[in-house]
């Protein structure tokens, strides 16, 4: 910050907050006439429904004998002396005008109806509405309060009665009130700025910041108090005293150049000070050139200010950042390993809970999902798809005879054949026991049956070697049926193609049947 701009800077900075309580105050202070402006309306809509209350049927009686006239409210008897209304104006339940009543005589029926419109809202009950008018004829601006009330008769309106009410008067004088204060205000806040100009005119010597003056030639010119203090000196004449010292060890000649021609327009450069007792305190100092009339360069002006607390926060923070860092990497690496173990255990586990473990095909659980999903898009958009049904003949001979082990085995040759024999789009699964299933999409019956009798003369032509070195061959019953029009689950097909493998079983195994 520029020294000679100071005490303009700090007298603007007084000028803004007192504007900004000026403000304040002004609409507390509008706010207030407001709440005045709206009591008064209240006050006034009251005393309008009182009178309403007492006279409405008067205007009725009246409007009976009358159509479109205008009468002095004077002539009409006490009760109807209400100095504060503009007009009544009476309706009929068309909305035809039936009755003015006026105070001010210069007012006509026609004049009232031209320039008085009739409110814009619904008068089905009893409202009021504000609207400011301009009348050409004379010049005017009326700030109008219209009270509006039915007129019933047996529950039904038979007319409409509007009271209309100058409210002029209440706005004016809140706006003359709001700006009297106002004006007030602002002559008191020039005063409180000449003030404040002449309380800093010494502004320098006492300011929390470092400041001195340093020629052309590396001489220092002058500095103040707070500069001398900062850097460990016992007043300013100590510090004048090693000026030359000072000056030469900061190298500031050279850093104040640097700082003054700087190309991005930044005045203002972070420096090591070496103070008085050897410590070096980091300073932020700004730099200033103060020229002659002619424009010669007389010195620089230079404000200095200590921020080697804010340079030990930076320091510790940072350490603190990168420790955090640090830790928070460790962290992370240590989630991301935790979760691809845990995503790793959900995968097995989810293909554990569709796998059957012994020959590594679908489950029943997986096998109705996929059937179902595939049964489900060929009702939907058509096309051939059959099942097979496969159950091993005599497995518990196998079982009995070479144990559990051969059994396994028997099992997985025979998975392995099916996947060799079978397209990778069909569907293989071990349902349970020696009874295997295939469901196989865009397959029709026919070609179905050969696919199974391709099989099944695959398996009866394996050689399979049990695991105590015996040599077996095994044979296979197979049910085959296709997808109908009327099945709406797998277990439709499930049915018809077991019937065909028990047929198959039943008429001496080793065979094809189809249902």
């Given at each position: 910050?520029?020294?000679?701009?100071?005490?303009?800077?700090?007298?603007?900075?007084?000028?803004?907050?007192?504007?900004?309580?000026?403000?304040?105050?002004?609409?507390?202070?509008?706010?207030?006439?407001?709440?005045?402006?709206?009591?008064?309306?209240?006050?006034?809509?009251?005393?309008?429904?009182?009178?309403?209350?007492?006279?409405?049927?008067?205007?009725?009686?009246?409007?009976?004998?009358?159509?479109?006239?205008?009468?002095?409210?004077?002539?009409?008897?006490?009760?109807?002396?209400?100095?504060?209304?503009?007009?009544?104006?009476?309706?009929?339940a068309q909305g035809k005008p039936l009755l003015h009543l006026f105070n001010d005589l210069t007012f006509t029926s026609e004049s009232v109806d031209a320039k008085f419109p009739a409110p814009k809202f619904t008068r089905d009950k009893i409202g009021w509405s504000e609207e400011d008018l301009y009348l050409a004829d004379p010049p005017r601006v009326y700030a109008l309060g219209v009270f509006s009330a039915p007129v019933l008769d047996q529950g039904q309106p038979t007319g409409y009665i509007d009271y209309f009410y100058d409210l002029s008067?209440?706005?004016?004088?809140?706006?003359?009130?709001?700006?009297?204060?106002?004006?007030?205000?602002?002559?008191?806040?020039?005063?409180?700025?000449?003030?404040?100009?002449?309380?800093?005119?010494?502004?320098?010597?006492?300011?929390?910041?470092?400041?001195?003056?340093?020629?052309?030639?590396?001489?220092?010119?002058?500095?103040?108090?707070?500069?001398?203090?900062?850097?460990?000196?016992?007043?300013?004449?100590?510090?004048?005293?090693?000026?030359?010292?000072?000056?030469?060890?900061?190298?500031?000649?050279?850093?104040?150049?640097?700082?003054?021609?700087?190309?991005?327009?930044?005045?203002?450069?972070?420096?090591?000070?070496?103070?008085?007792?050897?410590?070096?305190?980091?300073?932020?100092?700004?730099?200033?050139?103060?020229?002659?009339?002619?424009?010669?360069?007389?010195?620089?002006?230079?404000?200095?200010?200590?921020?080697?607390?804010?340079?030990?926060?930076?320091?510790?923070?940072?350490?603190?950042?990168?420790?955090?860092?640090?830790?928070?990497?460790?962290?992370?690496?240590?989630?991301?390993?935790?979760?691809?173990?845990?995503?790793?255990?959900?995968?097995?586990?989810?293909?554990?809970?569709?796998?059957?473990?012994?020959?590594?095909?679908?489950?029943?659980?997986?096998?109705?999902?996929?059937?179902?999903?595939?049964?489900?898009?060929?009702?939907?958009?058509?096309?051939?798809?059959?099942?097979?049904?496969?159950?091993?003949?005599?497995?518990?001979?196998?079982?009995?005879?070479?144990?559990?082990?051969?059994?396994?085995?028997?099992?997985?040759?025979?998975?392995?054949?099916?996947?060799?024999?079978?397209?990778?789009?069909?569907?293989?699964?071990?349902?349970?026991?020696?009874?295997?299933?295939?469901?196989?999409?865009?397959?029709?019956?026919?070609?179905?049956?050969?696919?199974?009798?391709?099989?099944?003369?695959?398996?009866?032509?394996?050689?399979?070697?049990?695991?105590?070195?015996?040599?077996?061959?095994?044979?296979?019953?197979?049910?085959?049926?296709?997808?109908?029009?009327?099945?709406?689950?797998?277990?439709?097909?499930?049915?018809?193609?077991?019937?065909?493998?028990?047929?198959?079983?039943?008429?001496?195994?080793?065979?094809?049947?189809?249902?």
């Amino acid at each position: 910050m520029k020294l000679r701009d100071l005490r303009v800077r700090i007298s603007s900075y007084i000028v803004l907050v007192f504007l900004a309580l000026v403000a304040a105050f002004g609409y507390a202070l509008v706010a207030h006439q407001d709440r005045l402006y709206r009591g008064n309306i209240e006050k006034l809509k009251k005393s309008v429904g009182i009178f309403h209350q007492l006279n409405h049927v008067r205007f009725e009686a009246l409007a009976h004998h009358s159509t479109g006239v205008a009468a002095p409210m004077s002539e009409l008897g006490e009760l109807l002396k209400l100095d504060e209304f503009l007009f009544i104006r009476l309706y009929d339940a068309q909305g035809k005008p039936l009755l003015h009543l006026f105070n001010d005589l210069t007012f006509t029926s026609e004049s009232v109806d031209a320039k008085f419109p009739a409110p814009k809202f619904t008068r089905d009950k009893i409202g009021w509405s504000e609207e400011d008018l301009y009348l050409a004829d004379p010049p005017r601006v009326y700030a109008l309060g219209v009270f509006s009330a039915p007129v019933l008769d047996q529950g039904q309106p038979t007319g409409y009665i509007d009271y209309f009410y100058d409210l002029s008067a209440y706005k004016d004088q809140s706006f003359y009130l709001a700006s009297m204060v106002i004006v007030f205000l602002l002559l008191t806040l020039l005063m409180l700025a000449v003030i404040v100009n002449v309380l800093f005119s010494r502004f320098y010597e006492d300011n929390i910041q470092g400041y001195f003056q340093i020629g052309q030639d590396g001489r220092l010119l002058s500095v103040n108090s707070v500069l001398a203090t900062m850097l460990g000196y016992a007043s300013k004449k100590e510090l004048l005293a090693h000026a030359e010292q000072f000056v030469r060890s900061n190298a500031l000649t050279q850093h104040i150049q640097q700082t003054a021609s700087s190309e991005s327009g930044e005045q203002s450069a972070e420096l090591q000070l070496l103070c008085q007792n050897g410590e070096k305190r980091w300073c932020l100092f700004s730099v200033d050139k103060v020229s002659s009339v002619r424009g010669e360069l007389l010195y620089h002006e230079c404000l200095v200010t200590d921020i080697s607390d804010k340079k030990a926060k930076e320091e510790s923070e940072l350490k603190y950042l990168q420790a955090t860092q640090e830790i928070n990497l460790q962290l992370e690496k240590k989630v991301a390993e935790r979760t691809q173990a845990l995503e790793a255990l959900q995968k097995q586990a989810e293909l554990l809970a569709r796998t059957d473990t012994l020959t590594q095909l679908s489950n029943r659980r997986d096998f109705y999902d996929k059937t179902q999903h595939e049964l489900n898009r060929r009702k939907r958009l058509g096309g051939a798809a059959s099942l097979m049904m496969i159950d091993i003949d005599f497995f518990k001979h196998v079982n009995d005879t070479y144990g559990h082990l051969s059994g396994d085995q028997v099992l997985k040759v025979l998975s392995q054949v099916a996947q060799s024999v079978n397209r990778e789009t069909d569907i293989l699964a071990r349902l349970g026991g020696e009874e295997f299933a295939v469901f196989m999409p865009d397959t029709p019956l026919a070609l179905a049956a050969e696919v199974a009798e391709r099989l099944r003369l695959v398996l009866a032509n394996t050689n399979i070697v049990l695991p105590e070195g015996e040599h077996i061959h095994i044979t296979v019953s197979v049910g085959v049926t296709s997808i109908l029009a009327t099945d709406s689950h797998i277990d439709d097909l499930l049915k018809r193609a077991d019937t065909a493998l028990y047929e198959a079983k039943n008429s001496g195994r080793n065979r094809v049947c189809q249902a």
